[in-house]
């Protein structure tokens, strides 16, 4: 199989392949891994009961996989990747604001999914964690330098194995010695129920800035319901069904979180405890490669905005490479203190993701309808600009806005204290640039009518 040839770039009619249902197994297979279990464990370290702890999580992710899978038409439609489609929004030079936190958001996914992975290794080979976290971290990094078409053919045949391996699990799980009063409702605390669900949202909302990297291929005529409903079908059944398993062994074996991998090798027996370990470990190759794939695409449309970078292998390698070692850095460096970093972590990214999603898909649904002119996410002295201080000035204010209501360890902003400890931090997120961004928009796209009935004629 052949490197990847395309970056950034629009890929032309005559390169689309594939098949819509491909969306479903990679989106399945990027969730069917160890951090998704954990972050619906979240659910009972925050004291909810497991019957409350899966409808927020089933809640949560319902509605968050709405904003995700709406990005993933974008992908056919335009043929670019993901955030260089935000130039259309930030101009060519604004959307490096958006591209620094995706970057960020990236390799921090990247370090904390190593960390788990590197544990079921270290139990399964006596491996010491950090090696393991290496050798992740290199199998990662060959895998995206191939790029599109290794990953997509990778996560198809992963789903299969995840789905078979976590059926047995399940029912696994399910034969537990379970307490006559698990499955009752028990005291509901408003508060901790909405951190939960803000929790699973966010899960779904940080995935935003990834799905048209992986729809960029299909041909531009794929009908768009089909695009949604795939990605949203894989994304949604994937991390329902492993935030609701992390719920059930977290409330039903002592100390779970301690150790997940072990935990979930234990639970299958000792015969078959290595296989579970490299399900563990496929899972987190599953979703690293699509972290490190889409912080490669992000610092090449950064670097590209303000240099004539062409991204040659020599060059994809050399991107992908820095990107991997700061990757394992922080992964070595967070080791020690895992969940609470991660709990932290997944919040202060909601808090910056959730304007940026909210003004894309504005401006793409809302405000052209999916007609750009794709020529001039490219030019900064095109339609788009080299600044859109109206996005940038929607994005930042609306981060400001959700302070008040953010609850983390760092901060609780003084609108969650008086709602009891709920964070709907990222309910204001989505709602304001509807305010700050919809309506200054509308005059300017207007005007740009004319200049996308030209690019549609050229289209066509």
Request: with cysteine; aromatic share 14%.
């Amino acid at each position: 199989m052949n490197i990847e040839k395309r970056t950034i770039d629009f890929i032309p009619e005559e390169e689309r392949h594939g098949n819509v249902r491909s969306l479903f197994t990679i989106w399945f297979s990027a969730n069917m891994q160890i951090t998704t279990l954990v972050t619906g464990a979240l659910a009972i370290e925050f004291g909810l009961s497991p019957f409350w702890g899966i409808v927020a999580v089933i809640a949560g992710n319902l509605l968050g996989a709405i904003f995700m899978a709406s990005h993933s038409v974008q992908g056919p439609k335009l043929g670019i990747p993901q955030m260089i489609q935000s130039r259309a929004q930030f101009g060519v030079v604004g959307a490096v604001l958006p591209l620094c936190v995706v970057i960020l958001m990236y390799i921090g996914f990247f370090a904390s999914s190593g960390v788990l992975g590197a544990q079921a290794i270290s139990s399964a080979f006596s491996i010491p964690v950090n090696g393991g976290i290496v050798l992740l971290s290199i199998i990662a990094l060959v895998i995206t330098l191939f790029g599109y078409d290794l990953i997509h053919k990778m996560e198809k045949y992963f789903a299969i194995i995840f789905a078979v391996v976590f059926v047995f699990v399940t029912i696994e799980a399910l034969r537990l010695p379970m307490p006559a009063h698990l499955w009752s409702p028990g005291h509901f605390t408003p508060g901790t129920f909405l951190l939960m669900v803000s929790i699973a949202a966010t899960w779904q909302l940080t995935y935003a800035p990834y799905v048209a990297d992986y729809s960029r291929y299909l041909p531009s005529n794929t009908p768009s319901l089909k695009t949604f409903a795939y990605t949203y079908a894989g994304t949604a059944i994937g991390t329902i069904w492993m935030m609701t398993l992390g719920i059930i062994l977290t409330a039903l074996i002592p100390k779970f979180l301690s150790n997940s991998s072990l935990g979930l090798a234990n639970l299958i027996g000792l015969h078959f405890s290595v296989i579970m370990y490299l399900v563990i470990v496929l899972g987190v190759l599953a979703v690293n490669v699509l972290n490190l794939y889409g912080a490669f695409m992000s610092i090449t449309t950064t670097l590209e905005a303000f240099t004539k970078l062409k991204a040659t292998t020599k060059v994809r390698f050399w991107l992908v490479l820095t990107a991997a070692i700061i990757g394992t850095v922080l992964s070595i460096w967070g080791n020690g203190n895992f969940l609470n970093n991660f709990e932290n972590f997944i919040l202060l990214l909601s808090y910056f993701m959730v304007p940026w999603t909210a003004i894309n898909l504005i401006d793409y649904y809302l405000l052209r309808q999916g007609e750009y002119s794709v020529w001039d996410v490219f030019n900064p002295n095109g339609q788009y600009g080299t600044f859109n201080w109206i996005a940038i000035f929607a994005y930042l204010v609306s981060v400001v806005l959700e302070i008040p209501f953010v609850n983390t360890t760092i901060y609780v902003g003084p609108v969650s204290k008086a709602l009891g400890g709920t964070d709907i931090a990222w309910i204001t997120g989505l709602v304001i640039p509807l305010i700050l961004y919809y309506y200054p928009m509308k005059k300017r796209v207007k005007a740009d009518l004319p200049i996308q009935e030209v690019v549609r004629k050229e289209v066509r």
